[in-house]
């Protein structure tokens, strides 16, 4: 994949920058995940169905996916800064309410909100990784995002759990960490705006547009809702193929999602090392590789302790997958539109969320465990070999929806295998 729009030159990073959006990226897999280990004392409290209570978590994915196109033309139009900073306290202010609301609607109605501040906090912060640091900085900042994220995976969830034994109104006060962060972000991150530039695509290239020029943008967000979506799946469904092992405690099941987390953290901080030896294209297809053998196992894995095997490849996988597909969408636009582009990877990530328990589960159901999750393995499956025989690298856009000839772009290649 090429980089087909000339970047501005890096401008200067404060000292702790990094930091400070590393955190804040951790804040997009807490969204939901804190309350999971206090989703069935709220279920009891306020007298709603399962799938009711399920809806507490999974609302937030629905209006990210839904608004995320939006948060992209914001940032496009007025940089990364402010829209970053207004959406982190948006984030907090949103999610900590919770702390005082006692019925189920209105609960609803905060979680909707909320998922508007987690659109600015997911794009936001990609969007200034991508434009604040450049080459092996950028590998770096990507790898130690994917660390930082996975870690989060396992540690909110853990303080939310302490808190939430004293109250389930409490682990909604968590999310007011984003109300300081996002004064934070306001004081330390530059001051840009991106510009239209002679030759490439401006401010004014609508989504559908940017489309049509960027075709391969396509082909990311169908891998990122197919790898999403699969890890949703995992997530659901390994307790059960658990349980049919005669593996019900609580605790027990919970090493396998920590260890899938391990292995994201684990390969995020290679994942620097690994980019600077192996190109995209290889990375991409190796993570497809590793999602694939974890269903594999998952459908046949003879006992529990083999059965663990599939978190771990699972989080291997993605913990290469997404660092590769986010570089990939972000170098393959001009600078000015990236916003717009990484904001419908948002959509594609949190729509797969949402869909996963509404399609893996009815199939598992209408076929048997073993079927289902051969299914969903062939899906990366199928996708390596397609990228396998598909040429991906261009150095240029596609042509317009009207035929002509793409706008001219500086030739600078990036690899992708």
Partial sequence: MSAVAQEQEPVPVRRGTLPLLLFASTLAVMAGSILAPVIQVI????????????????????SIAVTSPLVGWMIDRWGVRMPLAGGLVLYGLSGGVGMVVDSYPALIATRA?????????????TVAMLNLYRGTARDRAMGLRGTATSAGGVLWPLLSGAVGGISWHLPF????VGVPLGIATALMLPRTKPTG?????????????MLRRYRLLLVWYALQFCASLLMYALVVFVPDRLSGFGVEDPLLVSLYTVGMSGAMSLIGLAYATLRARLAYGTLLRGSLVLLTAAFLVLAVAPNAPLLFLAPLLFGLGQGVFFPVSTVLIGEGVPEEVRGKATSLSGTATFAGQFASPLLIGPLIQATSPLTGFLLAAAVPALAAVLLMVTRTDTTEPDADADGGAPAPVPQTTTRTG
């Fill in 43 to 62: 279920r009891g409290d306020l007298g709603v169905s399962g799938t009711a209570a399920g809806l507490i978590i999974t609302t937030h994915s629905l």
């Fill in 173 to 176: 006060g968590i999310y007011l």
């Fill in 113 to 125: 909100v909320f998922g508007v501040g987690a659109a600015f906090v997911f794009s936001g912060t």
């Fill in 197 to 209: 530039s002679a030759g490439t695509a401006g401010p004014g290239l609508g989504a559908w547009a």
